[in-house]
């Protein structure tokens, strides 16, 4: 069945800013999406979704309060939420494998939503903005175009990408918002930034960098968080960007070398130092070849738990 708003069946293709104008609802949101003050989001209740993952829960969940993702020039989130078992899942999309992840992300709420006695799906994209690669209007395409593809009616709700999420300063484009959260048991949608992005920030980013596939972080059913095994290939010349300055880790390491928030190269540099240390995943991150798992403690961080059998 196809993606819908206000009830009505989405002509595809065309852009995101036709899409909006179209339809007056989508572009009052987005307006009033781009308006809103960011707000910091501590660690307590928050699930902190990096590039290439995605997690879901519900308001049910014991743990987790927030799911939430920042850092998006050209890449766009993504939360799919069924309104009937308010089930949520959050994804950060780059446009690696898009026609991939979109099955992930409807699977990933379907196991919730098999049982709710009535509901419907709704999604929300936000992030990209008028890049010179275009790159963020090709995600927005390719996304619209897997969501309309399901078979479920999917309920396009808000759309803040590309042009619409996009500003102009001494000509040069910069996205408005870089970042969301959505708490899950109010299913408020707002913008945000993340100063905790753990736990296992590093290697998380080292596997995304390394090119790894979309993954699912979260098991609503244990409320655990789960880290791999991951494996990857060293990344090919570590030295050599380690001994880059900052404008080169920028223009050749970036999608957006001009937009990027100002902590990006020191975070590159940090994974790449992480993946100098460990070119292949080893005993040493995953001790006897299993997930690292973490849960929410009584004060709602994560603290490490113990691996299963082991």
Sequence with gaps: MPLLVEGRRVRLPQSAGDLVRAHPPLEE????????????VGPQGLLYVQQRELAA?????????ILGSDDATTCHIVV???????????THCDGSDTKAEVPLIMSSIRSFSDHAPCGRLEVHLVGG????????????HQLLSEFDRQEEDIHLVTLCVTELNDREENEKHFPIIYGIAVNIKTAEIYRASFPDRGPEEQLRAARALTGGPMVSIYDPRTEQLRIGPYSWMPFP???F????????ILENLSTSPLA?????????????????KHPSPTNALFPGNKALLYKKNEDGL????SSPGS
Aim: net charge positive; with cysteine; aromatic share 6%.
């Design 241 to 248: 960007w380690l001994r880059q300055d900052d404008q080169q």
């Design 237 to 239: 010349h570590v030295d």
């Design 129 to 140: 903005f008028s890049d010179d690669r275009q790159l963020s209007q090709k995600l927005t």
């Design 57 to 65: 829960a519900s308001p049910q969940d014991g743990s987790i309060s």
């Design 260 to 276: 990027e928030p100002p902590h990006f190269v020191e975070h590159i540099r940090s994974t790449l130092m992480f993946l100098k």
């Design 80 to 90: 799919l939420r069924h309104t009937g078992s308010g089930a949520t899942c959050l």
């Design 302 to 305: 994560w603290e490490k738990t």
């Design 29 to 40: 949101r987005a307006r009033l999406l781009r308006g809103q003050s960011v707000q910091q």
